[in-house]
């Protein structure tokens, strides 16, 4: 098991940029393929982006594609999310998730192949 933790949420207005961390602690943070999701009110869980173990290969959303970069420093255990030109439409709590994985450059984004998650953190984004 590994213990998640985010921070960096907060309110900002349209345009404006956040970025968001995943701490993690426990286990080999290496050996996890990570992502982040979002949920906003009354919304289901939704896929944000993913990262491979080594961080080498990566996939987002269509909703997010240039505008948000998921990175991940091994040796500090820790996951990013660089978030900019945010949209109200960004408006959600944002939760990262880690699975154990095999391979180094696979990526996951599907919910229920993640199997430890952070409480999340709320991002507002006024227009």
């Known amino acids: 098991q590994v213990q998640l933790v985010e921070s960096g949420g907060g309110l900002v207005q349209a345009g404006d940029s956040l970025r968001l961390s995943c701490a993690a602690s426990?286990?080999?943070?290496?050996?996890?393929?990570m992502g982040w999701f979002r949920q906003a009110p009354g919304k289901e869980r939704e896929f944000v982006a993913a990262?491979?173990?080594?961080?080498?290969?990566?996939y987002y959303a269509d909703s997010v594609k240039g505008r948000l970069t998921i990175s991940r420093d091994n040796a500090k255990k820790t996951m990013y999310l660089q978030m900019n030109s945010l949209k109200p439409e960004d408006t959600a709590v944002y939760s990262c998730?880690?699975?154990?994985?095999?391979?180094?450059?696979?990526?996951?984004?599907?919910?229920?192949?993640?199997?430890?998650w952070g409480q999340g953190t709320q991002v507002t984004v006024s227009s």
């Open positions: 998730a880690a699975t154990e994985i095999s391979f180094q450059t696979t990526v996951v984004i599907t919910t229920t192949r993640y199997d430890n």
């Open positions: 426990g286990r080999t943070f290496s050996s996890y393929a």
């Open positions: 990262i491979s173990r080594s961080g080498s290969s990566t």
